[in-house]
């Protein structure tokens, strides 16, 4: 809690309802001022959890809890936010993708004014969801967020969006669903009667041993299709495929990210979850070894770029079933890093396909030539990938594996070979497509300033965490 | 009784003579005919019903007028709710009716149909209160020509079987208590009598499922809400179905509350087989009118959940539920009327709407999403109060099984959200002024009760602990 004598700004609160206010101005306003609000308003909302960060790390705890009046009395639902170290990392990197994918993202200029508001609607779902303190605004923020990514999915993007569009409604409404239902019994089977995360996480051993199982299932279902991992991962590379740049930014970036961080909430909730972490390692596993398998059969950028995320996400769902300190700080570092990297991967990978009008590995050649920002910046973003010292993943990956290691021994490190096999064939796509000179294809486009400012941040922030990764890693030993 | 202030009973003169002037005004319109003059009379008069219901309602009072009529929260509720519906549906008939001066006598029937069952304090008032309902909309839909028939002798029939279920279960119940006061008590000292309530009891919800359109009594249902005109089907979809759900209320929770275990389980079949028929022959649905129609359906299934659970909570869940879908359909149904007039029928007419009118194909989509059970709207505090009222009843499979239901509901919901918004460039089409309100207003409702809902659901909550004063 913050101290008496700091002034008291709702940080957290304004941090949700500054992307609101600059959907307004971007509604409102005449297009060019209207964009500029709208990316000061994205910009503001990042500043305002910074500072609810800095109040946490002045006032030496590791949360920090904002309180409203109640939400529905009837329901015992109140209004309250509160961010903890999982939360805030999640959370400042969520903000920052939306603002680099509002700024840098549309590199064709189309519907920049839908594509836009979109994005605005999505940051204030994504800084609600990790900030929510109760299971109902959790569940609230959850479809508001689906929903404003569906329709950026199905209204821009390629040819074949809309078939992938409704794929990805489907899944995720069914995971909605899982979850909606799973709140709703944990509503009833607490002894009070609430969807309080903190009262949840003290009294769930009072609930009966079945019904926790059965709640255990309906949650993991939800958010393994969110994550995604293995049996139901099969809408995330369509979507892909499909989606715009800035769309593909956000669902990797930030979207699945739902899904590890209502999967640690699962395991904070109920204890009994660690009982089938073995297996749920097992899955992780197996997920990683079949995405990276996958992966190499793949020729689309955009497409190798998806299976990555699979790849990472069953790591990091391997770092929470090992259900240690180490773990959980893994899994929160692992999904920072990863969520500013594939960004960035897929920010270069649309400006490619944007530049060169083709995104096939087996046609793309010498794009070092005639953009070396963007090969130099996918390169980059390839060594975030496979965890090369000094990049944010770095830490992530060692956090994870020391904290398998320690919960399933050896075993634990086999998915580290997926993660080598994935890097593998990443360097030997930027080898072949974008590196060699020997035949060059030609552009049919540039990219702007923005997309340049857009690698820039995105790289800074890579290597700012991997750097300085105390900044988020402190807060878990207070 | 509870002794009752002056001023209550002030205001309580002040709604009879609202309701009053009301169908006063519908049925003296045919003797002036000047439209305008009939629109403003109609809309004050239930304006100031609404008001007059809602200074009774804060005030909580329970005056029982001859023994017919009762006022207490539960009616006021549905008075104002009601009344609310009245004045969209004649705005949205204003411009759209062929005859506005003789829809707009029998909507006065109507509403007084609508508000007797409200009030009702006997069975009586129950059967005169839906004939007064039912009749009058069959012979709306025969005023707009030829065409129509059809669909108006459809209703009327099925009206009709309703009616004489209804009125052969109060019989059953006459032996029991000759005022036939809802107040009466049903005996099980003699098991004549118990199988004589316990059949009457099973004519009533046949009879009344006729209106709510529950499974084996619904396959009028489509044919009539696609046979009518749009502002009718408004109707049908939002007034007619809920004023039957209000009787089926009344009678199961304080006449025939001893036998609440009975009718929870009939009414969980119900509820089951009426969602899924609903959704699932939605699915296949070319006519975005039918569609509609079928989706109404599985509303109307949902909305019997909160009858099987048999509590308090439950009642509300469903109450909420009643108000949430009132504004839902109403908007969807003034949508497609007016798209219906310029010709947009099936699927393949609604591509590309939203380059045609935007605002239409996004209010369409806010309605649809409330309708899915998407927050932050309506129908997601609906459905979840509904959902977690089963939970609580311990009645997991059935929140289960509606949780699929929601979850098959997506496929045709999306299917005309995506019509609407795949690109397909055609010429514009116009806005109507009187349809575009009724849009907002909907609209308006169902966004702001969806992200603040605490009113609603406190005044649902009162409505339904209201209806155990009454026995």
């Known amino acids: 809690m913050a101290n008496d004598n700091m002034i008291q700004i709702p940080f957290i609160a304004l941090s949700i309802v500054l992307p609101l206010l600059g959907l307004t101005c971007l509604a409102y306003f005449q297009d060019y001022l209207g964009r500029r609000l709208a990316l000061v308003f994205s910009g503001l909302s990042v500043i305002c959890i910074i500072g609810a960060l800095y109040i946490s790390i002045a006032s030496g705890t590791n949360f920090v809890a904002e309180q409203y009046s109640y939400y529905i009395p009837a329901l015992s639902v109140l209004l309250n936010l509160r961010l903890d170290p999982i939360s805030f990392a999640l959370s400042l990197m969520a903000g920052i993708v939306a603002f680099v994918a509002l700024l840098s993202g549309n590199t064709e200029q189309e519907h920049e004014k839908l594509a836009g508001s979109l994005i605005l609607l999505f940051q204030a779902s994504a800084m609600g969801l990790f900030a929510a303190g109760n299971l109902f605004l959790f569940f609230i923020f959850w479809d508001v967020g689906v929903v404003a990514m569906f329709f950026m999915l199905y209204m821009l993007g390629s040819a074949n969006r809309r078939r992938a569009a409704m794929k990805f409604l489907l899944y995720e409404l069914l995971a909605s669903l899982f979850l909606l239902l799973a709140i709703m019994m944990i509503y009833f089977y607490t002894p009070l009667h609430s969807f309080d995360i903190q009262y949840i996480i003290q009294n769930s051993q009072l609930i009966p041993t079945g019904t926790q199982l059965l709640i255990f299932f309906f949650l993991f279902a939800a958010f393994l299709i969110n994550m995604p991992v293995f049996p139901v991962h099969l809408w995330l590379p369509d979507a892909h495929t499909e989606a715009s740049t800035q769309g593909s930014m956000l669902l990797s970036g930030a979207l699945t990210k739902f899904g590890g961080y209502g999967m640690i909430l699962t395991f904070f909730m109920l204890p009994m979850s660690s009982q089938f972490s073995v297996f749920i390692a097992i899955l992780a596993t197996f997920s990683a070894f079949y995405a990276a398998f996958v992966l190499m059969t793949v020729r689309d950028i955009k497409r190798i770029v998806a299976y990555t995320t699979i790849v990472e996400m069953s790591i990091i769902l391997l770092a929470i079933a090992s259900q240690n300190g180490l773990g959980i700080a893994g899994a929160t570092f692992g999904m920072l890093a990863h969520g500013f990297t594939i960004s960035l991967l897929f920010l270069a990978a649309g400006s490619t396909g944007h530049m060169f009008g083709e995104r096939d590995i087996r046609v793309l050649r010498g794009v070092v030539k005639n953009a070396f920002e963007t090969a130099y910046t996918f390169l980059t973003g390839v060594f975030a990938t496979t965890g090369v010292p000094l990049t944010a993943a770095f830490i992530g990956d060692v956090l994870i594996f020391m904290g398998a290691l320690q919960a399933f021994s050896l075993f634990g490190i086999i998915p580290l070979i997926a993660l080598l096999l994935t890097g593998t064939y990443l360097y030997y796509v930027i080898n072949k497509s974008f590196l060699s000179t020997k035949e060059v294809t030609q552009n049919i486009n540039y990219i702007g300033a923005s997309q340049r400012a857009g690698y820039l941040l995105l790289i800074a922030c890579i290597f700012f965490f991997g750097i300085a990764p105390f900044i988020i890693l402190n807060l878990f030993n207070v | 009784m509870v002794q009752i202030a002056l001023s209550v009973m002030e205001n309580v003169y002040i709604l009879l003579s609202a309701i009053s002037a009301f169908v006063l005004f519908g049925v003296i319109a045919p ?258 009118k039918r569609l509609f129609a079928y989706s109404s359906i599985s509303q109307a299934g949902y909305i019997a959940i909160g009858l099987a659970t048999a509590t308090a909570y439950g009642i509300s869940a469903s109450i909420f539920q009643i108000a949430a879908h009132m504004f839902m359909i109403i908007g969807t149904f003034a949508i497609v009327m007016w798209l219906e007039q310029k010709n947009v029928k099936t699927l393949n007419d609604y591509n590309g709407l939203s380059a045609r009118n935007g605002f239409a194909a996004l209010s369409l989509t806010v309605f649809m999403l409330s309708m899915i059970g998407m927050p932050p709207l309506m129908g997601f505090v609906g459905k979840f109060l509904l959902f977690t009222g089963a939970i609580s009843a311990n009645l997991l499979p059935l929140a289960v099984l509606a949780i699929i239901n929601s979850f098959i509901s997506v496929y045709y919901y999306a299917k005309v959200i995506l019509a609407m918004y795949s690109k397909r460039e055609r010429e514009a089409l116009p806005a109507d002024a009187s349809v575009n309100a009724v849009v907002w207003i909907c609209l308006i409702l169902i966004v702001l009760l969806g992200i603040y809902p605490q009113p609603l659901i406190t005044i649902t909550s009162i409505s339904a602990a209201s209806l155990q004063l009454l026995h």
């Open chain 2, 31 to 288: 003797l002036h005919k000047r439209k305008k003059l009939q629109l403003t009379l109609s809309t004050l008069s239930l304006i100031m019903v609404v008001i007059g219901a809602s200074y009774v309602f804060t005030a909580s009072p329970f005056v029982s007028t001859v023994s017919l009529f009762a006022i207490y929260p539960f009616s006021m509720f549905f008075v104002i709710l009601f009344s609310i519906a009245l004045i969209l549906i004649n705005i949205l008939s204003y411009r759209n009716a062929k005859d506005y001066i003789q829809f707009s006598t029998m909507l006065s029937f109507i509403g007084l149909g609508l508000f007797a069952v409200s009030m009702a304090n006997s069975l009586i008032t129950i059967l005169l209160g839906i004939e007064l309902v039912t009749i009058p909309t069959a012979f709306a839909i025969l005023l707009n020509g030829k065409n129509y028939v059809e669909a108006a002798v459809k209703l009327f029939i099925m009206a009709a079987i309703g009616v004489s279920m209804i009125a052969f279960a109060i019989v059953l119940l006459f032996p029991l208590d000759p005022q036939l006061s809802l107040s009466m008590t049903i005996s099980n000292s003699s098991s004549t009598a118990t199988y004589l309530s316990l059949l009457s009891l099973l004519l009533f919800i046949a009879g009344l499922s006729f209106d709510a359109s529950l499974f084996p009594f619904n396959l009028w249902v489509p044919d009539v809400y696609a046979g009518a005109p749009g502002y009718i089907t408004a109707l049908l979809a939002g007034v007619n179905k809920k004023i039957a759900f209000v009787a089926l209320f009344e009678i199961l929770f304080i006449v025939m509350a001893p036998f609440s275990s009975t009718f929870a389980l009939l009414f969980q079949g119900l509820a089951i087989v009426t969602m899924f028929f609903g959704n699932i022959a939605a699915m296949i649905q070319d006519n975005v």
